[in-house]
T-cell receptor
């Protein structure tokens, strides 16, 4: 079974600064998908960024980028120019490439609470 | 983007009663939906995968007779918590997989349902 580990329960950053959230995972599969989701106080899960393991290029979405190190099984999220609206819980998630039988459900890490200080 | 709704947003019930939660994909057809459970300040745990027109696939440790899932149409999946007890109190979140191949599609989450069993 796959596991996802987020070792930082809470992170704090000054507004406009850059912060990196860590995520490591364990899997025996060679191909898979990784995601970062944001959960603000409203509890609505919002997709921040996704990465296909077969792609060497790190995914980027505006101020959000990832550092994907496949050999190290590491998938960190960098948030540049942090804004007050970025404050939320951030969850790293893994998805198998297979479908059916629950295989393509998401496995989540425990989350990192990101605080933005004005 | 794809929108997923859940109803009700919160429900309070007496111990021993059954509660039904609906998950709808509003602007796309979802052959597969997922049900997650989230305890306070914890991560999301996959409960089951709901497939349109077939039986749901439950994760290990999830009682299928207690958490009944029905996926009767391409836009609606329901989760019924039968004979609810206080320990079933939790935040239940559904997601729907967008159309396309399983390789490229994305899960979109509903806003969640907070269940409180007295």
């Amino acid at each position: 079974a796959q596991t996802v580990t987020q070792s930082q329960p809470e992170m704090s950053v000054q507004e406009a600064e850059t912060v990196t959230l860590s995520c490591t995972y364990d899997t025996s599969e060679s191909d898979y998908y990784l995601f970062w989701y944001k959960q603000p106080p409203s509890r609505q899960m919002i997709l921040v960024i996704r990465q296909e393991a077969y792609k060497q290029q790190n995914a980027t979405e505006n101020r959000f980028s990832v550092n994907f190190q496949k050999a190290a099984k590491s998938f960190s999220l960098k948030i540049s120019d942090s804004q007050l609206g970025d404050a939320a819980m951030y969850f790293c998630a893994y998805r198998s490439p297979y479908s059916g039988g629950g295989a393509d459900g998401l496995t989540f890490g425990k989350g990192t609470h990101l605080i933005i200080q004005p | 983007g794809a929108v997923v709704s859940q109803h009700p947003s919160r429900v309070i019930c007496k111990s021993g009663t059954s509660v039904k939660i609906e998950c709808r994909s509003l602007d796309f057809q979802a052959t597969t939906m997922f049900w997650y459970r989230q305890f306070p300040k914890q991560s999301l745990m996959l409960m089951a995968t709901s497939n349109e027109g077939s039986k749901a696939t439950y994760e290990q440790g999830v009682e299928k007779d207690k958490f009944l899932i029905n996926h009767a149409s391409l836009t609606l999946s329901t989760l019924t918590v039968t004979s609810a007890h206080p320990e079933d109190s939790s935040f239940y979140i559904c997601s729907a997989r967008s159309p396309g191949t399983s390789v490229n599609n994305t899960q979109y989450f509903g806003p969640g349902t907070r269940l409180t069993v007295l």
